[in-house]
């Protein structure tokens, strides 16, 4: 059974609903289905390309109010595609612009590769960034979210991506671990790793190597630099770091390990 693909649209722009219709062979070639909330806002040209989105059989649309906080908007998204899923089917959680700059760089054969050759046995698997990948970020990215994973290695004993740019697992696992309700915040990406954590598979890969630089059309070297340089990105990344903490510790002192 061919894998589907679950991504938010969130504020997309006309240039990202380009990247979209372009990425579409190699999407419908690697999945079944791409499951996708819609954009929140979608005037002009990209009502158009949103319309044809909706129109075509590759995409399902999971209907989400915009309004919700962004954790309330990826659960809706999340546990309507674990539902409409078949219970052994893999779903590969992930982002537009990570998929749009590797399915269009020299990233994307070793990524072609490793969807295809993923299997349940190895599920779920967090692909996480290559020291490769990693030197390609802004260094504050990295120290930021690695006080998080360093944080979890120190509570329960392993080190795993809680801010995952890409997670593989079955729709069963999905649909049993996500409940209801929980945290309204991007830090909700890190209650899946928690609530499977005993039996996380990890692959370091050096496709999620960092993708602004390409979708802003941006030199990366001075790009890097800049961001390195910016308090607004600290502050950013520590905005869903410290509330990752919170989930991570809170779930130690509840005996959780």
Request: charged share 25%; hydrophobic share 45%.
């Amino acid at each position: 059974m061919k894998p589907a693909v679950v991504f938010p649209l969130g504020l997309l722009t006309e240039e990202m609903h380009r990247h979209l219709l372009a990425l579409r062979p190699a999407l419908a070639a690697l999945f079944s289905r791409a499951y996708v909330s819609p954009p929140n806002a979608a005037e002009g040209a990209v009502a158009e390309y949103a319309a044809r989105v909706a129109q075509d059989n590759l995409f399902r649309i999971i209907p989400v109010d915009p309004a919700l906080p962004v954790g309330d908007r990826f659960r809706r998204l999340y546990r309507a595609a674990a539902k409409y899923a078949p219970p052994e089917q893999i779903l590969h959680l992930c982002y537009l612009d990570r998929l749009a700059f590797i399915l269009q760089s020299a990233h994307r054969l070793d990524f072609r590769a490793d969807i295809r050759n993923l299997d349940s046995s190895c599920t779920p698997l967090i692909f996480q960034r290559s020291e490769a990948a990693w030197a390609t970020h802004p260094e504050n990215y990295r120290a930021i979210e690695g006080m998080v994973a360093r944080a979890g290695e120190l509570l329960f004993g392993r080190r795993l991506d809680y801010a995952w740019c890409h997670f593989a697992l079955p729709a069963g696992d999905l649909r049993n671990c996500l409940p209801e309700s929980g945290r309204a915040d991007i830090a909700m990406v890190a209650e899946i790793v928690l609530a499977l954590r005993g039996r996380c598979h990890t692959k370091d890969v050096d496709w999620l190597a960092w993708e602004d630089p390409f979708i802003l059309g941006r030199e990366p070297a001075g790009l890097k630099k800049e961001r390195e340089n910016s308090h607004d990105e600290v502050n950013k990344r520590f905005a869903y770091a410290i509330p990752m903490l919170q989930l991570l510790y809170a779930a130690a002192q509840g005996g959780g390990s």
